[in-house]
Nanobody
């Protein structure tokens, strides 16, 4: 059973920074992805950033490019999301997720591609 646990959310003023972490209780699929997603009240869940476990390739939503950075520490089964220059519109519940074993992913920013999900951590950015 894959369990993901997020930590590091909180409240910050616009322009500030936060780093959230996602720790898995076991290694994720070596050829799969771990991603960060967010969901604001009344909105659909959207992909923010993803990283491929074997080669470290990353993808970002246009809205966060240049501000957010996703990294991984494979030895700790942990993925990080560094968020800089935060804006009020970044306010949301942030979830990490991992793709299922042996799944072939066609759109790594699509939440439907992900099988395992954490409980989420709240990020609030005030103006």
């Amino acid at each position: 059973q894959m369990v993901l646990r997020e930590s590091g959310g909180g409240s910050v003023q616009a322009g500030g920074s936060l780093r959230v972490s996602c720790e898995a209780n076991r290694p994720t699929y070596s050829r799969g992805f771990v991603g960060w997603f967010r969901q604001a009240p009344g909105k659909e869940r959207e992909g923010v950033a993803t990283i491929k476990r074997d080669d470290g390739n990353t993808s970002y939503a246009d809205s966060v490019k240049g501000r957010f950075a996703i990294t991984q520490d494979i030895s700790k089964n942990t993925v990080y999301l560094q968020m800089n220059s935060l804006k009020p519109e970044d306010t949301a519940m942030y979830y990490c997720a991992a793709t299922g074993f042996y799944r072939v992913v066609t759109d790594n920013l699509d939440p439907d591609e992900y099988t395992y999900w954490g409980q989420g951590t709240q990020v609030t950015v005030s103006s």
